[in-house]
């Protein structure tokens, strides 16, 4: 699986964007994905998560009730959309494949560790 995020650009404090990542392969809908970014200076974190199916989200406490993740299997691509954006959120985003179920394996789903593929980062500036 290839993945290729997109969307990432500058916007102000208080705006909006919506973050792509487009997969390659006819597998899609057998992986659970994920959305993790890192600052500089700072580790990786995890973002949003959802399972193969689209059922199952969880989100990394500081971006709940502000950015939403889905994923549309038809067209191989998962979605982050993300609003009231703060200058906190600056840093390259990053989407990731998990082979099989959102809660199987070794580690949590929000480890990095957990995911088999990942794309190049897309990044997002938040200016104040």
């Known amino acids: 699986v290839q993945l290729q995020a997109s969307g990432g650009g500058l916007v102000q404090v208080g705006g909006a964007l919506r973050l792509s990542c487009a997969a390659s392969?006819?597998?899609?809908?057998?992986?659970?994905m994920g959305w993790f970014r890192q600052a500089p200076g700072k580790e990786r974190e995890f973002v949003a998560a959802i399972s193969w199916h689209g059922f199952a989200t969880d989100y990394e406490d500081s971006v709940k009730g502000r950015f939403t993740i889905s994923r549309d299997n038809a067209k191989n691509t998962v979605y982050l959309q993300m609003n009231s954006l703060k200058p906190e959120d600056t840093a390259a985003y990053y989407c990731a494949a998990k082979l099989g179920t959102l809660y199987g394996g070794s580690n949590s789903y929000k480890e990095g560790i957990e995911y088999d593929y990942w794309g190049p980062g897309t990044q997002v500036t938040v200016s104040s």
């Open positions: 392969g006819r597998t899609f809908s057998r992986y659970a």
